[in-house]
């Protein structure tokens, strides 16, 4: 059975810095793409940031370019997304997700696989 578990969400200030984790099991996890997904209260579920398997090609939404880096420790089975230079608009429900297919965009009905999310708040 797969599972993505995501942790480390939280309160933070603005300008502030916070790290989420993404533990996988169930799922040969170097030969899945992962990415970071958000949703806001009344938003859609808009993509964060995308990386492959072997972590060489990443992916940003222009939101977050620059302010967020995601990173994955394939020997741990684990995707991690470190925010920085966080503001209020950064609030939302943060979801990680794995997907088997090679290339392309990254969109919520590309990914095979979702955690239950992790609520980031930032405080203005």
């Known amino acids: 059975q797969v599972q993505l578990v995501e942790s480390g969400g939280g309160l933070v200030q603005a300008g502030g810095s916070l790290r989420v984790s993404c533990a996988a099991s169930?799922?040969?996890?170097?030969?899945?793409?992962m990415g970071w997904f958000r949703q806001a209260p009344g938003k859609e579920r808009e993509v964060v940031a995308g990386i492959s398997w072997s972590g060489g090609s990443t992916y940003y939404a222009d939101s977050v370019k620059g302010r967020f880096t995601i990173s994955r420790d394939n020997a741990k089975n684990t995707v991690y997304l470190q925010m920085n230079s966080l503001k209020a608009e950064d609030t939302a429900v943060y979801y990680c997700a794995a997907r088997r297919r090679v290339g392309g965009s990254y969109y919520p009905d590309s990914m095979d696989y979702w955690g239950k999310g992790t609520l980031v708040t930032v405080s203005s």
């Open positions: 169930g799922l040969g996890f170097g030969m899945y793409g």
